[in-house]
């Protein structure tokens, strides 16, 4: 059976009840509540120019865990080529345009007609709809867009004009949702493209068994044209907690909005004996600085909360305490090796309180020298020092 919405309520029925092709409703409009409950429930539109509105609940659905996607040996070719530039969110009207030109396979016309196009563009002004544009050349030749909500991102179409380029787009989302720590990447329909990158069909139910968990609360929703810095912050002097909360505080003010935090770890200091253990804390921040800027800000906050160098003991060798330090441990999936830079921190695989803290946050992301993920590393990591979950007294 399917049903007929009402015009002026946004809610949808039980998707569990969609006929066997998948179609569960039909009328209503493409207002962007109506859209987002939408999603939430597993439901999308999809309809042809002249068609009534049309939602449709897949069955089987096609899903990404991130951790699964496969990049081949050519594609990794072709990201280090670095001969495509990839950009978030500065076309996303001419993506969905570019979609609907594309012809596709045993389909007749395009789904994504002007009235989707200005829906989902109103999507994107409210921060709920993202695009990934690959160009060469300065010319736009390929990309995907979809809708972001809690820690899930609905993809919606893909096109490329030159080969590869849409892959190129899917591998920096991949990259993307890997870095904000979603738990998957939706694309509907299956399809031998999608199944070759590694999303897979499963049952409608356990879809939405996958949906249940979701905060739809905790979105970002804002505009994703920026980059993504990794940043470990602590110290072992001074009032540590009330340090790092002035850390994070001066971070979001001049480097990028810090999306996501891990709780706090404690640990006795590493490589040398101290009055106080440190405490530390990963952050993921989106900024619009480069990785050198990050840097060169970074230093500027550790000095601004007390943080004097050197603080290695010159006669020893080894380091010292200090209020504040600030690392970076990865700039997007940047390789760098400079006097100045090196990312991914050179030794942040040997260390079990770098680790520990980017597990509950990034545990999926892969090292772009190591190709392991967090948790990976963090099973295989030599170090054998405790760390600690930090609950203050305060919190009890």
């Known amino acids: 059976m399917f049903f007929q919405l009402d015009d002026t309520e946004p809610y949808f029925p039980d998707p569990n009840l969609a006929q066997d092709d998948g179609l569960i409703a039909i009328g209503g ?50 990201l280090l ?16 345009e570019s979609c609907g030109r594309t012809p596709r396979p045993d389909q007749d016309g395009t789904w994504i007609t002007q009235e989707m196009i200005e829906a989902y563009v109103r999507l994107h002004e409210l921060g709920l709809a993202h695009s990934f544009e690959t160009y060469k050349d300065g010319e736009l030749v390929g990309g995907l867009y979809g809708v972001s909500l809690g820690d ?38 299956p399809t031998e493209h999608l199944a070759s990158l590694g999303a897979k069909p499963i049952p409608r139910k356990d879809y939405l068994a996958l949906l249940e968990p979701t905060d739809w609360s905790h979105t970002l929703q804002h505009s994703w044209n920026h980059n993504t810095v990794v940043l470990l912050i602590g110290g072992n002097q001074g009032d540590r907690q009330q340090l790092i909360s002035a850390a994070t505080d001066l971070i979001g003010e001049r480097i990028g909005e810090v999306s996501l935090t891990s709780p706090l770890y404690e640990t006795e200091p590493w490589g040398f004996e101290a009055e106080q253990n440190f405490l530390n804390q990963a952050l993921v921040v989106d900024t619009l600085l480069s990785a ?15 943080r004097r160098r050197p603080f ?27 006097p100045e830079l090196q990312l991914p ?12 803290p980017l597990a509950d946050i990034i545990p999926n992301f892969r090292h772009p020298k190591l190709h392991k993920s967090i948790l990976q590393l963090l099973a295989e990591c030599p170090d054998t020092q405790k760390v600690m979950q930090f609950h203050s007294t305060s919190d009890m």
């Open 29 to 78: 409009d493409l207002s962007p509540q109506r859209l987002v409950n939408a999603y939430a429930s597993g439901i999308f539109p999809w309809y042809n120019e002249g068609e009534p509105l049309l939602w449709w609940s897949l069955d089987p659905r096609m899903i990404l865990f991130p951790d699964d996607f496969r990049c081949s040996k050519s594609l990794q070719r072709t």
């Open 81 to 96: 080529s670095h001969k495509f530039e990839v950009r978030i969110d500065t076309a996303f009207r001419q993506v969905m």
């Open 152 to 189: 899930l991102f609905f993809g919606e179409s893909m096109f490329h004009t030159v080969t590869d380029a849409s892959k190129v787009a899917f591998a920096r989302l991949v990259e993307y949702c890997n870095l904000h720590g979603f738990r998957l990447i939706d694309a509907q329909q």
């Open 292 to 306: 050198e800027e990050v840097l060169h800000t970074a230093l500027y906050i550790e000095h601004q909360l007390g």
């Open 312 to 338: 290695i003991d010159p006669e020893h060798k080894h380091y010292l305490s200090r209020p504040m330090d600030i690392d970076l441990i990865f700039y997007n999936s940047l390789v760098c090796d400079t």
């Open 345 to 356: 921190h050179p030794r942040m695989h040997l260390r079990r309180f770098v680790l520990q």
